[in-house]
């Protein structure tokens, strides 16, 4: 994965707060991204180094892969370097995406049940994804 800041100009620095770039930052062994990606980030492009797309659902799970691997480090274990490997990210993704699939299941139904002004309209289709190894 491959991001290039886009150096966006804001006054207020709230605006420039980017927890997704800043956590696919992490320094996977400290727990912490370099201070250039801690403050002020702004808006970033991010791409597959691999040049295939990068659906907004992969973007989303590895910003909460990262965020798994950020809680135990909170831990006080140390680095989770047994997370560090594709085997493991592909245990974490099915689980990850079964629980996308079952929501986005039930909120279908409750849109043919309610109508889709009262049921939750999924924009990203997690029934039929793939997962990023497969693009």
Request: aromatic content about 12%.
């Amino acid at each position: 994965m491959v991001m290039h800041r886009l150096g966006t100009p804001s006054a207020n620095r709230s605006d420039l707060q980017n927890r997704v770039a800043t956590w696919l930052n992490i320094d996977p062994h400290s727990g912490f991204a370099p201070a250039v990606w801690q403050d002020n980030v702004g808006t970033v492009i991010v791409a597959r180094k691999d040049r295939k797309p990068l659906l907004p659902q992969h973007l989303w799970s590895m910003f909460d892969y990262c965020a798994d691997i950020l809680e135990r480090f909170g831990n006080g274990n140390g680095a989770p370097v047994k997370l560090y490997n594709r085997l493991a990210f592909e245990k974490w993704w099915q689980r990850y995406c079964g629980k996308h699939r079952q929501s986005q299941l039930e909120a279908n139904k409750d849109i043919n049940a309610v109508g889709a002004e009262k049921g939750k309209i999924y924009e990203e289709d997690w029934i039929s994804i793939k997962s990023p190894y497969e693009v």
